[in-house]
């Protein structure tokens, strides 16, 4: 079983940077695909970034040039840098990881961390 665990989620004024990381831990063959979602009251969650075993990533458009995901496969995190935050970023952030044990492939998320932008 895998788990993740995230930190760096809180409170930042408008403009400010905040940044997110998520551990895997647990048993695994592979981790492929790493990335955060997140979900803002009353809307449905969406993919913020995601990156792959080969490090290409993929945007939402409203976060592109002012995010970077990044990975570090030796110890199985992902990183969510965050800059130029606008209070429209205010959501939870939830971490999901995609892999593969033996045979079988999972997918797993975080708890979530909560990220508020207000001044």
């Known amino acids: 079983q895998v788990q993740l665990v995230e930190s760096g989620g809180g409170l930042v004024q408008p403009g400010g940077s905040l940044r997110l990381s998520c551990a895997a831990s647990?048993?695994?063959?592979?981790?492929?695909?790493m990335g955060w979602y997140r979900q803002a009251p009353g809307k449905e969650r969406e993919l913020v970034a995601n990156?792959?075993?080969?490090?290409?990533?993929n945007y939402q458009d409203s976060v592109k040039g002012r995010f970077t995901i990044s990975r570090d496969n030796a110890k199985n995190t992902v990183f969510l840098q965050m800059n130029s935050l606008k209070p429209e970023d205010t959501a939870s952030y939830y971490c999901?990881?995609?892999?593969?044990?033996?045979?079988?492939?999972?997918?797993?998320w975080g708890q979530g961390t909560l990220v508020t932008v207000s001044s």
């Open positions: 647990g048993r695994f063959s592979s981790i492929n695909t």
């Open positions: 990156i792959g075993s080969g490090s290409s990533t």
């Open positions: 999901q990881c995609k892999g593969t044990y033996w045979i079988r492939n999972f997918e797993v």
